[in-house]
């Protein structure tokens, strides 16, 4: 089995999968280096959610193979990538998911909990995260109170606030009105940089590679590169 480059945080060597027989990724190979923000942009369709997911390892390529810190994760069984997700990675949705019952600083919170970490300090985490996020004056707001950008930095202070080796950003901005976009982004990649995560920008939006160090872009489950570009 070959072995990842040394300064590649994860790794990927030519990943294949199917969903049901209908092919999403048809060979893609691509390392990310240690606290780089990569874009991973193309067309509805590509593959770009695919290829996150096996990354990620909340998925299994049918064929290739995934390294997370020179370990292999396509290897794993089920409890050990969930724990690798739990604990070293985190995920922002297209949209929000929060849970509705729980206020915006106790939605925050909730990974850190998870890890076995104090109310206390969960607490103190959480709001520290949300006013990086500019949405420390909601803390005590359930998710209907708050508008939907308002929402997005929510799920982005949960998925930040065990400062997370990587962060997988699944289209972060899909479901904010365009006039949030760039002001969501630069939030979120400010406090990427600023801590030394490591991030995967899945876009369809162009404009999103601005924000980031690098882009690979798939097409029809391949990479392609694109024009100028240095991959
Ligand atoms: N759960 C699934 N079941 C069946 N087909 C799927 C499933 N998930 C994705 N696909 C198909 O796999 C291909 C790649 O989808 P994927 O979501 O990875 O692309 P994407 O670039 O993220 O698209 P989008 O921007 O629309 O999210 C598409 O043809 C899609 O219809």
New binding site residues.
């Given amino acids: 089995m070959e072995t990842p480059p040394d300064n590649d945080v994860l790794w990927g060597r030519s990943l294949r999968h199917a ?2 027989g ?4 048809l060979g893609v190979s691509l390392g990310v280096r240690d606290g780089e923000i990569l874009a991973v942009a ?10 996150l ?1 096996c990354l990620s390892g909340q998925l299994v390529p049918d064929e290739g193979e995934v390294w997370f810190n020179s370990a292999p994760v396509h290897t794993l069984r089920r409890a050990a990538r969930e724990r690798l997700r739990r604990e070293r990675f985190g995920w922002i949705d ?1 949209s929000p998911r929060l849970v509705p019952e729980l206020t915006a600083r106790e939605n925050a919170a909730l990974p850190l909990l998870l890890t076995g970490a104090s109310h206390r300090a969960a607490r103190q985490a959480a709001q520290e995260w949300l006013e990086r996020l500019d949405v420390g004056e909601c803390a005590r707001t359930r998710p209907a109170g708050l508008t939907q950008a308002q929402r997005q930095r929510v799920a982005i202070a949960r998925a930040l606030v065990t400062v997370p080796e990587v962060v997988f950003a ?2 972060p901005t899909a479901a904010l009105h365009r006039a949030d976009h760039a002001q969501v982004l630069r939030t979120l990649t400010t406090a990427a940089r600023s801590h030394g995560i490591t991030m995967l920008l ?1 876009t ?1 939006d162009s404009g999103v590679a601005e924000f980031a160090d690098r882009t690979v872009a ?1 097409v029809d ?1 391949r990479r392609t590169a694109p024009e100028g570009a240095l991959c």
């Fill in positions: 969903h049901e209908s092919p999403a990724l193309g067309p509805r369709g590509s593959g770009k959610t695919t290829l997911r297209p699944d289209e899945a369809h798939l489950g």
